[in-house]
């Protein structure tokens, strides 16, 4: 399926396309890895991050449904939201393509997508969701 076509809801938090990746920092003394990017290493202190593509699968940290709609979101409630450890780090907040959390477990292998978040008759935004592995997006 070809990926959704709109503007990213921030510059500069992920790449657009068929294969869309989250954009970090990765400490150049620590080796430690951020989302979003910084300027200065959140462990370490250090102010040599470097920028780095982050790997687009991991597996659930934790998870939660939120049913009511937060000020200024306009799109679907309820809506899936939790914590990704991706491949190599770090740790993601994030909202995900599932809302029945039972339908999730702890450890399950998730893959990034990109999904709207714009109201059906508003021009299409984008941005970053994680959807368990296996399911269509």
């Known amino acids: 399926m070809p990926p959704p076509e709109g503007a990213a809801v921030h510059e500069g938090l992920f790449t657009m396309g068929p294969e869309p990746r989250l954009l ?3 400490c150049r003394d620590c080796n430690a890895r951020q989302f979003p990017r ?3 290493c959140p462990y370490c202190g250090s102010s040599a991050p ?6 687009p699968t991991g597996r659930l940290w934790a998870w939660t449904t939120v049913s009511a709609a937060p000020p200024g979101y306009d799109g679907p409630v309820p809506f899936g939201f ?6 190599g780090g770090p740790r993601v ?3 995900l393509t599932r809302s029945d959390a039972d339908a999730l477990s702890a450890g399950q292998p998730m893959h990034l997508v990109l999904t709207p978040v714009s109201p059906p008759d ?3 935004v984008l941005s970053w969701s994680f959807a368990p592995d296996g399911e269509a997006t």
Do not use: C, F, K, N
């Not at 470097?50 to 790997?55: K, R």
């Open 24 to 26: 970090g920092s990765q």
């Open 93 to 95: 907040v994030t909202r």
């Open 38 to 40: 910084t300027d200065t």
């Open 50 to 55: 470097e920028d780095v593509e982050l790997a």
């Open 82 to 87: 939790g914590v990704v450890e991706l491949d």
């Open 122 to 124: 508003a021009p299409v």
